[in-house]
């Protein structure tokens, strides 16, 4: 539209920002980009597999959850394997599938929420080859407990790697996040610094499992994919506890902000433990992109689901005061507009 | 061996570092890193496509010319497909084609060169779907003029891809560079921010040909692959062609003095259009990697040519006169302590 859009909420960035302490690595890892960053990403691997208790060669780092996500799928779909996802959920991964010539059977959500039972009833019958749950799910924000999903994924057959997207885990309740077996060869968790940890823009994810699923890694990735300012500033970020609990506490409090001006408009909103709550705008898809529309002609940047029935939501991320005044003040607005296009043409 | 090397001048990086410039807006673009990078690198690319008088649409930026031989090895090669390079010439993209599958033809160098006209007559002749080759070579450092290269490429096959990595380009005379024909289906051109721009460490690469086959990029590519700083950072070194200019004459001295250097001890050295000198150590493979790893015992890390007969050599990187002091100090030790434990044991 020729503009720039004045309330930047869409993206599920962490407008909260870096921790300074990985800036500060950031800038000093910039002044040294003359050299390449370590293929290995030793260091940060190190940190990594002390966090979670697991072993070096447990951890795999790679350019986003997306990197990591596409040699996933590489090593493990050819053209006609079959894989499970949930009808909506993260469009990369199908991406990666569609790419590689993989079968994609889609489950619907349950109750606005990925169904780890269902994904893996159905991956069990369809003989799937990878079952993919995001959790917390994006675009919904609705989460299980990692006690459920390992219930699960006891259920799951052992030719099936269950892949568990966490890349919102630290927005959500302590229940949420798995503990990596890496005993069991067909679970990998992924994660990334995009969201809570602020530095989307420095693409570094990371996933764990077993050593012989994510040794396979070694033999597909891009060995110099990893920016060394985004090496640095995640592990800086690693030993910056203090900023994640602030920035999550921020992205809390915004959540609530937004459930609050959905409220003050007699909308529903969906609990969510991510960085984002999706407003339900109860009169289907059509309307909820007028919605959004009308949004984004005001300057604010939304986004919303693709798929029915969660489509008939609009997806808004945690915002700065500054962001949400601005939605608070246009949103009224904006249903009025998408109300008049859609019901008074 | 648990400590840090002294001279680095192993990996052909730019010790003489990045532009000012681009620095600047590395750093800026660190402090918003907490958003993604735009995933079409519009303003990149737009620069690039003006440098090289070619559109938008024939440009495609990666994560490294690492990342665009992997998307470009995938979209061509299946299991069985022949691909054709030259032996010892570079080895990530040899990985590509095993990943892949594919079957690696390999030619020799001719007179430390990669031989256009042998390549493509074997790429004729097997029926190959790729055809690579570096240009300047690494790691002799040898090239061919656009010109003769073109000849050969008019030779092709229209069903076999040439890829001509001009990753060393800015190094070489100006006869090196190919002229980007985007009427050509079968040629494309890949370079990087990581040689002369110097800067390896943010992972910016390119390539450009035909729209048809840049285009097909879209369709396996890591959409947010791209960090923010090396976007920012590669668009502001474009403008820094004052920078560039300066960084190749300390790249042209540096070579200089390390074939003066070689000289002194009576050895030959390869001109170089790249960033590295290969110097000839005259006793074979065995002998090189003895010499290679007594300098690495004294602090000085180098590297060498990995297949014979290019494997007499070992590869020494531009280095900074402080670099070169400590290659001047330690070559002739080094050289005598090869002997010795090669010759006298």
Redesign the interface.
Known sequence: MGARFKA?IG?N??????SPKA?SA??E?????????DPESHDLRCALAEKHQVGFENVVVG??I??LL?YLVRMLVEPGTTVVTSSGAYP?FNYHVH?YGGRLVCVPYVADKECAELLVRTANREGAAIVYLANPDNPMGTYSSAKSIMKELDRLSEDCVMVVDEAYVECAPADAAMTVDIDRPNLIVMRTF?KAY??????VGYAMGSSELVGAFE??R?????????QA?ALAALQDEEHLVQVVRQITESKERIRGIAENLHMDSIPSAANFVAIDCQRGEDYAREVLNALARRGIFVRMPMVWPQSRCIRVSAGTQADLDLLERHLPHALDEAYRIRYRR
Do not use: I
């Open positions: 930047r993206a960035e962490n407008v909260f920002g870096t800036l950031m800038l890892a910039s002044l040294e980009s003359w050299q390449y960053a350019e986003g997306d990197g596409g990369t790419g995009s602020g530095m989307a823009g420095a693409r033999k597909v891009n060995h110099f994919g990893m920016s060394r300012p985004g500033a």
